[in-house]
Structures are given as C-alpha cells and as structure tokens.
C-alpha cells in the first residue's frame, strides 16, 4: 500500500524517467548478453545456444598478442592526455570567463567556444585532413612560409596523439566549461567583495574563493572523466590513422573493430572489449576511493 500510495504521489517523474530508463535497458543492459561470446568459439550460424565454450581462451590469445602492449599503452597515453588538456583547460577558460566584467562582450565569446561542440566528428575529421595536407594545407602553408619545411601530419606516427587531443580540446572546451562557469556564478559576491578590502589580488581571488568554491564540481567531472580514460573516441581515431600511425595510433577499439567486422573473428573482439570495459570499471572504482580519501568528495 505504502509502495503503490509512493508510485501514484510520483507517477509524472516516473513518467518522465520511463524513456531514459527504457533507453538504458534496452541499448545498454540487454545487450550485454552478448558478451557471453568472449567465453566461445562463436560460430554466426549455430548461435550463442550451439557454439562450443572455450573459457578464456581468448583472454589468453589477447594477453600473449604482440599487440597488446602496444594497444593498451596507446589508448591509456591517448586517454591521459585527453584529461590532461581537456579537463583543464576547461576549468581555466571558465575562470577567465568569470573575470571578464562586460556581459556582452563575455556573451560573444562564450556563443564563439560553444560553436565547435556542435560539428560532428566526421566534420572535424575532415577539417584536420585538409588543414595538414602536405600540398593545400594552412598548418604547412605556415610552416613554409617561416621557412620550415612541410610535414605529413597523418602519415607521422608522432604527431597523431598531438592532433587527436588538440582537435579535441578546441572542440570541447567551450561546452565544457558550461558547468564550471554556473558553478562560479553561485558563489557569493560578499566573498569577492569581502577579499578587496582585504586587499586580495585577482589571483588570490581566484586560488582561496573561486577554486574552492567549484571544487566539488571539478572532482566530480574528473571522477567521470577518468572513468572514461579507457574509452577513446573510435570514430575520430578510425578516420584519421592508417597503418603509417598504427605505432601510435591504434587503441582497443579501433583493434575490437579490425578484428570483429573486418576479420570476423566475432569471439576475440568480443573478448578484447570485455577486456576494455573492465579496465574502465576498475578505474572508476580505484579512483572514487582515491577522491574520497584525499578530498572527502566522490560520486558515492
């Protein structure tokens, strides 16, 4: 009684949470299912019902790849400078949002960063081919004009990480401060105040009032951005590297990709996933008790 009194007191919000949830159980639960191939020698015609189990055989044939240092050393670096530049930079371009005193001008540059958020990846993608092209590109148009000497940006190995996570971060950055900017503007203006006739710089401001004032938040989109350290964009890697940057290049997804649609071999890539989406969880959860401990903040 008490339970059904509870659903009816609630049902909009029920209501309201049923297409999240259906969204979730259906894309996100249900297929995990799937998963179970990991553990078989999958054959598409005999089904998940009929095809022999092998255990972690797979598992094994992963861990003794002469790829898997190299994939797992790709996708943490790519993923550590990710968070590095693109968390941030973020929190910085908010706080120098925050100083800026005249709302208009403020206003335009904030419409201006939102702006890249909104091109797709495959845009962007292109964007970065036809900039570093070694003929028609601006970058080496530059280069040469200082009197370097034009670079194959996509053909080197070294410059892939470089232009993966500096595209990324002129992407994001303006969209991602969204959050740091609101949790800045709930600060108390007294605070400010107060520190000017205290005689506080702009920068003491900044480090003793706006920081610690926005600390929870930075915690908690770090915490989540660190649960996803593992989980480098697939679409943007796949369109720009090619197998002159596979050294640098090459992450977990882009390897399940070439190894379940391109080679078929469907139990492997299932098991190489299985073997990513279990890095991300323990990262998660060794990082949500490293921040608790450390700052009394977590997700849980």
């Known amino acids: 009684m008490w339970m059904r009194n509870k659903v009816k007191r609630n049902l909009v919000l029920y209501v309201f949470l049923a ?8 894309f996100h639960y249900a297929p995990m299912y799937g998963t179970l191939i990991a553990f078989q020698d999958y ?7 009929s095809s022999p189990w092998v255990g972690f055989k797979h598992f094994e044939a992963f861990f003794n790849s002469i790829y898997f240092y190299r994939l797992i050393r790709n996708t943490l670096l790519i993923g550590f400078y990710s968070i590095l ?74 410059w892939f990480r470089t232009l993966y996570v500096s595209s990324g971060v002129w992407q994001t950055v303006g969209w991602s401060s969204i959050i740091y900017f609101a ?61 002159t940057t596979y050294e640098t290049a090459d992450v977990l997804s882009t390897y399940v990709y070439r190894s379940g649609l391109e080679q078929q071999q469907y139990s492997f890539a299932a098991s190489v996933g299985l073997f990513n989406s279990f890095l991300t969880f323990v990262f998660i959860i060794v990082c949500n008790r490293v921040a608790r401990k450390l700052s009394g903040y977590s997700l849980w």
């Open 43 to 49: 054959n598409p015609f005999r089904g998940m019902s």
């Open 183 to 243: 949790s800045l503007t709930g600060i108390s203006p007294s605070l400010y105040e107060a520190a000017e006739m205290d005689g506080a710089s702009r920068w003491q401001k900044v480090w003793h009032i706006s920081l610690p004032g926005i600390k929870p938040t930075i915690i908690t989109i770090l915490l989540l951005d660190l649960g996803r350290v593992m989980d480098v964009g697939f679409e943007k890697v796949y369109l720009l590297y090619n197998s």
């Open 85 to 158: 530049f693109g968390f941030t930079i973020p929190i910085v371009f908010a706080l120098l949002l925050h100083e800026v005193k005249h709302p208009k001008f403020r206003n335009l540059i904030q419409s201006i960063s939102y702006l890249p958020h909104f091109i797709s990846t495959v845009v962007v993608a292109g964007l970065i081919v036809n900039f570093t092209s070694p003929s028609t590109g601006f970058i080496n148009g530059l280069i040469e004009f200082f009197g370097g000497t034009r670079i194959d940006f996509l053909r080197e190995s070294g």
């Open 19 to 26: 297409p999240a949830a259906i969204y979730y159980l259906l």
